[in-house]
């Protein structure tokens, strides 16, 4: 569950500052992304923990308000993750995670939910779980024949193992966990940096790296070489999920056939728009809205499935 508090700033260290306002909404990568694919058209089934309190059932059911399968979600004792968020003035955000019921989602019962599944499709996976678990997924994924996407996010803070990088298909860190993972420190990045990180990351395995870069857009790597891919203009009012409304967009364009440049066009449109709106999941557009949001703006339109 996501506690967000409003402020003109972000505190330093040390610093005790006046707000403007608080809410709390489900939140969680895997559930922002479950949702947001939801509104964005995709079939979707979440897996994972949740406490046996008021917010675990609170995120249960609004999963369920968009029509996601909530079968492999299992309660357990005890709390129920949290993100404490703080919004500024400018957009930008800063978040605290506090794992919860999270560290409980275990490789067993990846197995058994991943199995009740039918094959195919994409796996989208995060780092708000053990990361035995989403080794254990990435496994089943490629043995059910599915696409495989990693968000790297919360980034690592030792390196991810050499297997799991081997079973991904597609890996989308943002600047800073694309720093992480090359073992440097956290850093905002120029596109050409950017692009010089893309490929460090793509000779550790995955197939493509999709970097993140916010209002920069983001960067399609490859064997066969590097695409940028501009994000409209916009005025941030919240930051908060636009990258798990990226991933959630990728999957759905993905799964419906676009190519993968047309999956990453309509990706930066639904995170551009996300970022218009305040909170996690609440800020996740459905197909219609960014449809309408890209004419608005004379973009072309996208292709629904690839040439």
Partial sequence: MDVVALAPRIPVPGETISGNGYFTNPGGKGANQAFAAARLGGEVAMLGCVGNDDFGRAMRQNLVSVGCCVKGIRTVD???????IIVAASGQNSIVVVP??????????VDGHMAEQETGGVALLQLEIPLASVLAAARKA???????ILDPAPAPASPLPAELFGLVDI??????????LAGLPPSAVTRVEAAALARKLLAMGPKTVIMKLGEQGCLIAEQSGIKAIEAPRVQALDTTAAGDVF??????????????????RFAVQ??????????AQPSAPSRAEVMQFAAGLG?????TTSP
């Fill in 171 to 180: 890996l989308t860190p943002n600047e800073t966990e694309a720093t992480t």
């Fill in 100 to 109: 919860g019921a999270n560290h409980r989602y275990l490789g067993d019962d």
């Fill in 270 to 279: 639904a995170s551009a728009l996300s970022v218009t709106r305040l909170g």
């Fill in 142 to 148: 490629r043995e059910s024949k599915r696409l495989v």
């Fill in 299 to 303: 973009l072309p339109a996208l292709p």
């Fill in 78 to 84: 005890g709390p129920s993750g949290v993100a404490v």
């Fill in 247 to 264: 991933n959630a967009a990728l999957a759905v364009g993905l799964s419906n056939g676009m190519a993968l440049e047309s999956a990453c």
